[in-house]
C-alpha cells in the first residue's frame, strides 16, 4: 500500500505565502511523477503543478510565476511553494502521485489539505 499525507495548508492573506509538503511512504519501487491538483465546491479538481522524476515541470496558467514545485526524492516528498496568494487560490489541495510499485503503476492521491486565502 502507498500512502500521500499532506500538510502546510491554513489561513493566509491575500499577497502571502505558504508551503505544502506531500509525503509519500510504503512500498514503493519508483515514483514516477508527483503534482498537486486543486478544487473548489461544485467544481472540477485542476491542475495545479507537476513534476516528473527527471525534474521536467508543468505549471497550470494561473499559478505560473507564483508557485514552484519541487521534490526531494530521497525523502519521497513533493512540496508547492505558493507565494503572491490569491482569493482564488483557495481551494483544497490534493497530492497526486504516479508511483510504482511490486503491483505495477498507480496513480494515487493524498486526503486534501484545504488552503483559505483572505483577509
Known amino acids: 500500500q502507498v500512502q500521500l499525507v499532506e500538510s502546510g495548508g491554513g489561513l493566509v492573506q491575500p499577497g502571502g505565502s505558504l508551503r505544502l509538503s506531500c509525503a509519500a511512504s510504503?512500498?514503493?519501487?519508483?515514483?514516477?511523477?508527483m503534482g498537486w491538483y486543486r478544487q473548489v465546491l461544485g467544481k472540477q479538481r485542476e491542475l495545479v503543478a507537476t513534476?516528473?522524476?527527471?525534474?521536467?515541470?508543468n505549471y497550470a496558467d494561473s499559478v505560473k510565476g507564483r508557485f514552484t514545485i519541487s521534490r526531494d526524492n530521497a525523502k519521497n516528498t513533493v512540496y508547492l511553494q505558493m507565494n503572491s496568494l490569491k482569493p482564488e487560490d483557495t481551494a483544497v489541495y490534493y497530492c497526486?502521485?504516479?508511483?510504482?510499485?511490486?503491483?505495477?503503476?498507480?496513480?494515487?492521491w493524498g486526503q486534501g489539505t484545504q488552503v483559505t486565502v483572505s483577509s
Open positions: 497526486n502521485g504516479r508511483i510504482t510499485t511490486l503491483m505495477g503503476l498507480r496513480e494515487y
Open positions: 513534476i516528473t522524476s527527471g525534474i521536467s515541470t
Open positions: 510504503g512500498n514503493i519501487f519508483r515514483i514516477n511523477a
